[in-house]
């Protein structure tokens, strides 16, 4: 073998490697859907977090109440008035256990200090 001479077997794996390369470049406008997609969710994720930092504590508490039970502000809206009713005092009764809670745990902890 000579100071010049090329081994044609590494020429051979570069250009096989250098093509998956290419290969990988063609797909890119897979990868840039993809990172739009998530970005989308991102900001709608941003959007919903914004929404929650707005509502005041009591509109948090409804809200994680609703979830608990399954429901949404517009299910509620849909249903009789004595249905809404029951709802409402369903909600009014969980809020008062919650905040009840939160006392207590708040004088445990006032009780420690």
């Known amino acids: 073998m000579s100071l010049y001479s090329i081994d044609t077997g590494s020429v051979a794996s570069h250009a096989s490697a250098s093509s998956g390369v290419n290969a990988g470049k063609a797909d890119q406008g897979g990868f840039k859907d993809a990172l739009q997609a998530a970005s989308t969710k991102k900001s709608a994720a941003a959007e919903q977090l914004e929404a929650w930092l707005k509502m005041s504590p009591a509109q948090r508490m409804r809200a994680a ?14 249903m009789s008035a004595d249905e809404q009713k029951a709802v409402e005092a369903k909600i009014r ?16 902890s006032a009780a420690v200090i």
């Open 65 to 78: 109440i609703l979830s608990q039970l399954g429901l949404t502000e517009e299910e509620i809206k849909n």
């Open 93 to 108: 009764q969980l809020m008062e256990v919650k905040m009840a809670l939160q006392r207590e745990r708040q004088g445990h």
